[in-house]
C-alpha cells in the first residue's frame, strides 16, 4: 500500500522550499514503525501526487491555506477517486469547515489516529461511518452531516514517538527542525496552539539529544543549524541544565548554532549564560507590544519592562533577541501603537531584526471567537485572508479589528510599521529580495545548493 502526504501551501511562498512540516514528519515515522511495509511518500506539488497513484492521501493544512486542501481534496477525488484524510491546526480547530471532498479529518495529536485509520483501511478497502465511528479523535461526513468521534487521549509519554522522518522532504537547506515539547500552559488572546495540544508535555533531554545526534548523521555536511519549534524549550529549567551539560560535553555546541522561542519572563542571566554556551546565537520570543494595557488584553503575562529587560540580558549574554509584535488589537489607540514604535526604535540596536505581524483572527483562538461573535468572520471566508502580511498589507483583505482609532488612521500605522521594519531589518529584507529572486516557477531540487536560512 502506498500514501501520499503533503503540507497545503500557496506555492508562491517560496520560504516553504526551505522549512518541512514536523508533523508530517511524526505521521509518516509513527506509521513506519508499527506498518512498515507501507511506502509513505511526502509529496511537495498536487501534480506528485497524481503522477504517483497512491492509495490514500494525507493533506495537513494551516488555516490560511484551506482553501487549497479543498481544491487539492477535490482534484485528487476527480482523478484518482482515493480516500484523502484533513489533519492539522485548521481542521482541528474548525472541523465544521470539513467538505465531502475528504473522508475523514484527523483531529488534533495525530500519530495513533491515523494509524488506526490507515489500518482500518488496509484490512477493509473503504470507510463506513460505522467503523470510524468507533475510533476516536476523528471528523467524518454521513449523510450530508458532520460526525465528531470522541477525542483522543493525548499520548501520556512522548519519548515513545520515532523522530520524524526527516529524510522523506527535500532538504535544501542547512537549517532543521525539532520539537522538544507539545502544548503551552499560557493562553494568549490570538493564540491557536491549544487546540491542538491540551496538555503540556515534554520529551526527555536524553531524546532530545539523541534525536539531534541522529539529524547529524543523517545530513553531516548540511546541518548546522537547529531551529526549535516549541515555545516551552527554556521553561524546564532542569531539563534545559541537562541539555546544557550534554550540548557541551559532546561538543555539538561548537558544530551547531541554535535558534527557538524563549517567554520575556523566563529569562535570566543564568539562562542567558547556559543558552548561549549550547549555540543561541539569536532567540525570538513573542514581545507583541510596547503597551503594558496592550500586553494585559492579550493575557500575556508580561509587561514591556520585561520585554526590554530580555534583550538586553540577551545581549549581553552574546544573543541578539528577534523579537515579534503584533498591532491592531480592538482596544488599541494611537499612543499604544507609539509605544510599540519607541519601542522598537530605542532597542533595535541590540537586536537581530524583528517581526511585526497586523493582528489576525486564527481559527484556535480566543480572538477568532471574538472576531465570530463580532460578525467580522465566518467559517466561510476566504481562508487566505488570514495571512498576516505587513509588507504585502492588502487593505481590502484585512479583518480590521482595532476600534479605539480609525480603519484611516490604522493605516497610516501600517505604513509607519512598514518603514520602521525596512529601516531597521537589513537581514530580513535581503532575504526577502533572495526569494523574490528566485522566482515562483524555479525549482531547487540539486540538493548539493546550500541556501543562507
Ligand atoms: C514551526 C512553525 C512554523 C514553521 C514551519 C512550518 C511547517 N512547514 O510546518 C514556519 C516558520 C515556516 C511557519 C510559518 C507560518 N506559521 Co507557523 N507554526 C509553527 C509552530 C511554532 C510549530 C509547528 C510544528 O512543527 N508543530 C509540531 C508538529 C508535530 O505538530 P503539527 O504540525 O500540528 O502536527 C500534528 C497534528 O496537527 C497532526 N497533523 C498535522 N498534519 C497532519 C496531516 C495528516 C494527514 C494527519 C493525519 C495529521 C496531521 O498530527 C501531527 C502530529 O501529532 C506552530 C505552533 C505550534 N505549537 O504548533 C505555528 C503555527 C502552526 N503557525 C501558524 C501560522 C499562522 C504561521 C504563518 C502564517 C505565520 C506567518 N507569520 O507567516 C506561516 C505560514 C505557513 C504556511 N504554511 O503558509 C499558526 C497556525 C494557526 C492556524 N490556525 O492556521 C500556529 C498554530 C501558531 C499560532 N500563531 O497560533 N510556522
Ligand atoms: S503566544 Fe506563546 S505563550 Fe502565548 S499561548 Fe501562544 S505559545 Fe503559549
Redesign the pocket.
Known amino acids: 500500500m502506498r500514501i501520499a502526504?503533503i503540507?497545503?501551501?500557496?506555492p508562491d511562498?517560496l520560504?516553504?522550499r526551505f522549512?518541512?512540516?514536523?508533523?508530517?514528519?511524526?505521521?509518516s515515522s509513527?506509521l513506519k514503525k508499527f506498518e512498515p511495509n507501507i511506502e509513505i511518500v511526502i509529496c511537495e506539488e498536487i501534480e506528485e501526487v497524481e503522477k504517483l497513484k497512491p492509495d490514500l492521501l494525507?493533506?495537513?493544512?494551516?488555516?490560511?491555506?484551506w482553501d487549497i486542501a479543498k481544491n487539492w481534496a477535490k482534484k485528487i477525488k476527480e482523478s484518482l477517486g482515493i480516500p484523502v484524510?484533513?489533519?492539522?491546526?485548521?481542521i482541528?480547530?474548525l472541523p465544521e469547515t470539513m467538505t465531502s471532498d475528504f473522508d475523514l479529518a484527523?483531529l488534533?495529536?495525530?500519530?495513533e489516529?491515523?494509524l488506526q485509520?490507515v489500518r482500518l483501511f488496509q484490512k477493509e478497502g473503504f470507510f463506513t461511518p460505522a467503523r470510524v465511528g468507533k475510533i476516536p479523535g476523528l471528523a467524518y461526513m454521513s449523510g450530508g452531516e458532520l460526525y465528531l468521534t470522541p477525542p483522543r487521549t493525548p499520548l501520556s509519554r512522548l519519548d515513545r514517538l520515532p523522530y520524524?522522518a526527516r529524510h522523506l522532504f527535500p532538504i535544501r537547506s542547512s537549517t532543521h527542525?525539532i520539537?522538544t515539547s507539545?502544548?503551552?500552559p499560557f493562553q494568549c488572546l490570538?493564540?491557536?496552539?491549544r487546540?491542538?495540544?491540551d496538555k503540556t508535555r515534554f520529551f526527555s533531554a536524553g531524546y532530545v539529544m539523541k534525536e539531534i545526534l541522529s539529524i547529524i548523521e543523517q545530513f553531516a555536511d548540511k546541518f548546522t543549524h537547529l531551529?526549535v519549534?516549541?515555545?516551552l524549550f527554556i521553561t524546564d529549567k532542569a531539563r534545559l541544565k541537562q541539555l546544557h551539560k550534554m550540548f557541551v560535553d559532546s561538543g555539538i555546541n561548537k558544530i551547531l548554532t541554535l535558534q527557538g522561542?524563549v517567554r520575556a519572563d523566563l529569562i535570566s542571566d543564568e539562562t542567558a549564560k547556559i543558552l548561549y554556551e549550547m549555540g543561541f546565537r539569536t532567540a525570538s520570543f513573542g514581545a507583541e507590544s510596547g503597551s503594558d494595557r496592550i500586553l494585559k488584553y492579550y493575557n500575556k503575562k508580561t509587561t514591556a519592562e520585561d520585554n526590554r529587560r530580555t534583550i538586553d540580558i540577551l545581549y549581553n549574554n552574546g544573543i541578539k533577541a528577534i523579537p515579534s509584535f503584533i498591532i491592531g488589537s480592538p482596544p488599541e489607540t494611537a499612543e499604544d501603537l507609539d509605544l510599540t514604535l519607541d519601542f522598537i526604535e530605542k532597542n533595535h540596536h541590540k537586536m537581530d531584526g524583528f517581526?511585526i505581524?497586523p493582528l489576525?483572527p486564527?481559527?484556535?483562538?480566543l480572538l477568532w471567537n471574538y472576531a465570530r461573535q463580532k460578525g467580522v468572520v465566518d467559517n466561510n471566508i476566504r481562508w487566505s485572508r488570514?495571512?498576516?502580511?505587513l509588507l504585502d498589507f492588502n487593505p481590502d483583505d484585512y479583518f480590521y479589528l482595532i476600534e479605539s482609532i480609525s480603519k484611516e488612521e490604522f493605516l497610516k500605522y501600517i505604513k509607519k510599521f512598514q518603514d520602521i521594519y525596512k529601516t531597521y531589518n537589513p537581514a530580513a529584507m535581503k532575504f526577502r529580495q533572495f526569494l523574490q529572486e528566485i522566482g515562483r516557477k524555479e525549482k531547487y531540487s540539486d540538493s548539493n545548493k546550500q541556501f543562507p536560512v
Do not use: Q
Request: aromatic content about 16%.
Open positions: 502526504l503540507e497545503a501551501c500557496n511562498w520560504f516553504k522549512s518541512y512540516s514536523l508533523g508530517l514528519g511524526y505521521i509513527f494525507g493533506i495537513s493544512s494551516y488555516s490560511l491555506n484524510i484533513a489533519g492539522g491546526c485548521h482541528s480547530s484527523v488534533r495529536e495525530g500519530e489516529t491515523f485509520v520524524p527542525y520539537s507539545r502544548g503551552c490570538f493564540c491557536a496552539p487546540i491542538i495540544w531551529m519549534v516549541d515555545d522561542n517581526e505581524f489576525i486564527m481559527p484556535g483562538s488570514l495571512e498576516p502580511l
